[in-house]
Nanobody, 128 residues
Framework: QVQLVESGGGLVQAGGSLRLTCAAS????????MGWFRQAPGKEREFVGGISWSGGSTSYVDSVLGRFTISRDVAKNTVYLQMHSLKPEDTAIYYC?????????????????????WGQGTQVTVSS
């Protein structure tokens, strides 16, 4: 199966930016929707955003709309989460995940139960 490794987390002041990277072990993974989730201490894992396997459709949780952007580079087996205007409430461990194959090239799952493969997570801390 595909193995996912996140990187790019760190400590940033409120209003700053970070770009998270999710690298996949497979040379190509063109048929799997990809998502980013986050989990703060003591809270449930939350869907942040996702991108369809075609790369043509994205979806985001309301709290990050206009601030976060998901993209993917199939040639590099890589998915990105570009984060701007970071807020302290964005502090969490961020996880990359791959969903099951979908015949719908525009489908973006938003539930963690729809994702089968998970990375180990990368910490994002936003100070006020």
């Amino acid at each position: 199966q595909v193995q996912l490794v996140e990187s790019g987390g760190g400590l940033v002041q409120a209003g700053g930016s970070l770009r998270l990277t999710c690298a996949a072990s497979e040379r190509t993974f063109t048929n799997y929707p990809m998502g980013w989730f986050r989990q703060a201490p003591g809270k449930e894992r939350e869907f942040v955003g996702g991108i369809s396997w075609s790369g043509g459709s994205t979806s985001y949780v309301d709290s990050v709309l206009g601030r976060f952007t998901i993209s993917r580079d199939v040639a590099k087996n890589t998915v990105y989460l570009q984060m701007h205007s970071l807020k302290p409430e964005d502090t969490a461990i961020y996880y990359c995940a791959a969903a099951r194959f979908s015949a719908d090239s525009a489908y973006v799952p938003s539930s963690s139960r729809e994702y089968d493969i998970w990375g180990q997570g990368t910490q994002v801390t936003v100070s006020s």
